[in-house]
Each structure stands twice: as structure tokens, then as C-alpha cells.
């Protein structure tokens, strides 16, 4: 009879466990472990990279106050499975850099400097990828950074360039973040990010620099290459959080059925 109990009550929680993993889940349907569809907004810090913030290569005087902005993104994602998801969105921003401060040190007259100040729209669409089908994610996508650039570059000898322009380049983005879930359906998303321009030239590039082809009028040298003043594409970093409402597939109800 003991075993028979046993038996039973074994039996009992099998059929319980089974039926929890099987439930509908309110209204939400069958139980995923992600939401099928996810609204993300969030915002961050943004730390651009380029030939305006050094004569070099970006970071090699250390940070500089001036490069930092901000931004704010609106997101969608569709989730296949627990590894993959499908992701598109908007980013609007602002970027700004100045590198008078670096100029001097090699122009100790003061007349040479680069500064410029943006705001800009960037859809991007790309795939987020979980390894182990957890939190942590790898994001890669595709990205058009347009942007509205008000520059004043001057040279050595004090020819200034100073005019707006509108610019359009596709950029890369790289993106690590954690998917924190607090609850079923809302998740807190922190994330660096690094978005790279793929192509440098007037009306392709973040900070307006080159504005003209080759060499302007004035003698400034603006074409793309280490000894022609453009020495580098540019791009910039982010670090920030997200914050993501997700809901799962409606099931079709049929309890008025025999």
C-alpha cells in the first residue's frame, strides 16, 4: 500500500510539472522564454572618434570632455528563438568634438584647431545573438548616421573654414549588452556600444572634415590619407541603458468547447 502511495503521489507531480511547462500563459500564449515581440527605449553617452579629436588615432591624448554627447533610441525586436533576435530602431543624437587644446602643442601660435557640433538620426537593423541563451548578448547591424554638422576648421597660418553641411554615412555597429529580466514581460538592458563609419569623404563622414575634395583653395589639405590631413574614419562609442517591454503570441482561447 506505502508503495502504491508513492507511486501515486510520484505520478501526481509528474502530471504537475508537465502541465506548468505545457500552460498557456494568461494571455500570452505557450510559454517562451523570451517575449515574441519587445519594445525597447532607452539612452546613453556617446564619445566620438575622428580626425577632429586628434592628429592621430582616436584616444591617444586620453579622453577629452569635449567629444561626449548624448543620444536616445527607440527599438523593436523579434525574437526567433532564445538565441537570436531580429532588431530595428531609430537613434537621435548630438555629437561634438574639439581639438584646439591638441593643436597646440604642435601649432604653439593657437591658429590652428578643428571643432565641430552635430545632431543626427541613425536607423539601424541588425540581429542580437545569445550564446548561451541567456542574458548577455552581441548585437552586429547595418546603420545610416545623417547628420546636420556645423564646423570651423582653421590652419596653421589662420585660414578658417567655417559652413554647415549635411552628411550620410553607413557606419557598423557592434553593441554588448545584459537582457535583465525584472519581470515576465520588462527587462532593464545596460550596453556599450561601438558605432565605426565605413567610408570618409565631404558628405560622408560625422564631423564634417573633409568638407571639400582633395585640397581646398585656401591650401588645406582635406583628402582621405596619413599625409594629406584625413588620417582616420571616424565613429563613436556609447554606453548606456535600455529599458524593453515585451509581450508573447495572443493564444486563440477555445473554452467554450466541449
Not at 586628434?54 to 538565441?83: C, D, K, P
Not at 514581460?185 to 565605413?198: D, E, K, M, R, S
Request: proline share 4%.
Amino acid at each position: 500500500m506505502k508503495n502504491t502511495r508513492l507511486g501515486l503521489l510520484t505520478l501526481l507531480l509528474l502530471f504537475a510539472t508537465l502541465s506548468v511547462q505545457a500552460r498557456p500563459h494568461g494571455l500570452y500564449g505557450s510559454l517562451h522564454p523570451r517575449p515574441l515581440h519587445s519594445i525597447v527605449i532607452g539612452g546613453a553617452g556617446s564619445y566620438y572618434y575622428g580626425d577632429v579629436e586628434t592628429q592621430n588615432f582616436s584616444l591617444s591624448r586620453g579622453f577629452a570632455g569635449e567629444n561626449f554627447g548624448f543620444n536616445g533610441q527607440i527599438i523593436y525586436r523579434y525574437s526567433f528563438n532564445e538565441y537570436l533576435r531580429l532588431r530595428a530602431g531609430l537613434q537621435i543624437g548630438s555629437l561634438r568634438a574639439d581639438n584646439s587644446k591638441v593643436f597646440v602643442d604642435a601649432y604653439p601660435g593657437g591658429k590652428a584647431y578643428r571643432k565641430f557640433t552635430s545632431v543626427y538620426g541613425m536607423p539601424q537593423i541588425g540581429v542580437e545573438w545569445y550564446p548561451a541563451g541567456k542574458m548577455f548578448y552581441i548585437y552586429a547591424g547595418a546603420e545610416l548616421v545623417v547628420s546636420n554638422i556645423n564646423f570651423d576648421f582653421s590652419s596653421a597660418t589662420g585660414v578658417q573654414t567655417k559652413s554647415s553641411s549635411i552628411s550620410t554615412l553607413p557606419t557598423l555597429g557592434i553593441e554588448l549588452g545584459l537582457d535583465i529580466r525584472v519581470t515576465k514581460n520588462f527587462t532593464i538592458v545596460p550596453f556599450i556600444a561601438v558605432h565605426q563609419g565605413l567610408a570618409e569623404a565631404p558628405g560622408m563622414n560625422l564631423d564634417g572634415w573633409p568638407s571639400v575634395p582633395v585640397t581646398a583653395s585656401n591650401g588645406m589639405q582635406y583628402a582621405y590619407g596619413s599625409s594629406k590631413g584625413n588620417k582616420m574614419l571616424d565613429g563613436f562609442f556609447q554606453i548606456g541603458v535600455s529599458f524593453s517591454f515585451g509581450w508573447y503570441k495572443k493564444s486563440t482561447c477555445h473554452c467554450a468547447e466541449d
